[in-house]
């Protein structure tokens, strides 16, 4: 007997928006394992349904634990008590994935490294992926700079590819009707991709965001909250440093506005002074943790 929930709802693209697995990836685990049962439009489009959505977030759930794609299929279908996972595989698949990424962006292989990033997206949840493999590589990438084991070129390279795959998964984030998040980095702060990864999973928690970017004056953050009245502010900065000096600003910002303070740069110190929130973990795991406002 049909329910509501298993009414047709949804176009691939906006399903693949709303769980951030590409649309070709959704197509291959309805044509590998029946994961996905849509229905045809009079127009001739595939409708999937919430029972759909539910199946294949199961189906991320069971990855995240260890499960290869063919064993997550068959538990997120067969959907009872008796389909719990095995014990996770532990981090050499996760190991094996870092390597593999570093190796081809390191040598300048946009479609290795793009094939890298397709197998991690169909294998595991998009959060663990953001988690446990882009942002160690990206702290990786940053140390190596550091020490001058890697260049500019390449480290331009790896952001930029990242960061457009970042800005695929981000589409349309801006929509829908939950809480709305404002984002920026403070002057000065150009590494915006940890903050753009707290988006991307915020926005798949529900909230809506308003992303403003690298370099952002703290002026320019407290006219767009004025204007777009958020229910959060998040300022994320690499070091300290960079939002010290602003702490005046930061004071009177977060009388106006809920304000977090996030990234390696936003220290207790610092956040107990301006009367913000300290994000101090991880950006995957701090957007986890966010609850909607009452």
Do not use: K
Request: proline share 8%; glycine share 10%; with cysteine.
């Amino acid at each position: 007997m049909d329910s509501a929930s298993d009414r047709p709802l949804l176009r691939i693209g906006e399903l693949s928006r709303r769980l951030g697995v590409s649309d070709h990836v959704l197509r291959a685990w309805e044509t590998r394992y029946g994961l996905l049962q849509p229905v045809r439009s009079p127009g001739g489009f595939r409708l999937y349904s919430e029972a759909d959505e539910s199946r294949i977030r199961r189906m991320q759930a069971y990855l995240a634990e260890g499960l290869s794609a063919a064993e997550a299929a068959r538990a997120a279908l067969d959907g009872g008590p008796g389909a719990h996972p095995r014990e996770p595989a532990g981090p050499a698949a996760g190991g094996e994935a870092f390597a593999g990424l570093r190796r081809a962006l390191d040598a300048f292989d946009e479609p290795a490294a793009q094939a890298v990033l397709d197998r991690l997206m169909a294998e595991l949840s998009l959060p663990a992926v953001l988690r446990d493999v882009i942002l160690p590589y990206l702290a990786d990438l940053g140390e190596r700079w550091q020490r001058g084991t890697a260049s500019i070129a390449a480290e331009h390279f790896a952001s930029n590819l990242i960061r457009g795959r970042l800005a695929g998964l981000a589409r349309g984030w801006g929509s829908g009707h939950g809480p709305q998040a404002l984002l920026a980095c403070p002057p000065g702060e150009l590494h915006d991709i940890p903050l753009m990864i707290f988006g991307i999973v915020l926005n798949r928690n529900g909230w809506r965001i308003g992303y403003l970017g690298p370099s952002t004056p703290v002026g320019e953050l407290a006219r767009a909250a004025g204007a777009s009245h958020p229910d959060l502010v998040v300022l994320a900065a690499t070091v300290p440093e960079t939002l010290e000096p602003l702490q005046p600003e930061l004071t009177s910002l977060a009388r106006h506005v809920p304000l977090a303070l996030a990234g390696a740069g936003a220290t207790p110190q610092l956040a107990r002074a301006t009367g913000a929130r300290l994000m101090a973990g991880d950006p995957v795991t701090e957007a986890e943790q966010i609850r909607w406002p009452r």
